[in-house]
């Protein structure tokens, strides 16, 4: 693919977002095909070693907040009719609540996603405190040594599991995280992309 092919291909990729964020990133990756070609590369090496146009365009919507795609894909091209103004104030008794109810319920699913990764850690550290508690209630006991021992075992059990809870927590939640990211640009994605302008 050529330099003029990949850039074409990238700027038509990028519709829906701003004139502004589409020029930048044609202009960086622009720039990049450049410094590979200055270097010694062919324009079809410069231009394949950068990766595929659809991976080019995840890591641009990565960087924008999506609240700036929306805003963009919701600004109107044109002026509004007196018919379609009518029309939206008429609706606006069944789209707004449904627009509200959408955004609530998103909200809530994700503040979910962070609930649970914060009761994770806290079950974590109830654990820890527990068997903690536990190694000091052996010394602080007066039911003999074999009681004191048992509560010391028990408690450096805990502290065992806790310290393995850690580990397999942080596993999971590197996971939701994963997750969560790839959720958000899927949505980017439902705004930006594959039209001609």
Known sequence: MTKSEFLQNLCT???????????KSVDYYEEMIDDRMEDGKSEEEAVSGLGTVEEIKDVILEDI???????EKMKPKRRLKAWEIILLILGS????????ALII????????????????????????????????GAFAQENGFNTGLFLAGCGVTLIGIAI??????????????????????????????????
């Open 13 to 23: 990729s990028l519709h829906g977002l701003s004139e502004e964020d589409i020029k």
């Open 65 to 71: 907040p999506i609240s700036k795609i929306v805003k």
């Open 93 to 100: 008794p069944v789209w707004i609540p449904v627009t509200v």
């Open 105 to 136: 319920v998103a909200l809530v699913i994700y503040l979910c996603f962070w609930i649970v990764i914060l009761c994770l850690y806290i079950s974590d550290f109830a654990i820890f405190f527990s068997g903690f508690g536990g190694v000091i």
């Open 164 to 197: 393995l809870l850690f580990f397999g927590f942080t596993k999971i939640s590197q996971g939701m995280l994963f997750v969560s990211k790839k959720i958000g640009l899927g949505i980017k994605r439902l705004f930006v992309g594959g039209k001609q302008k």
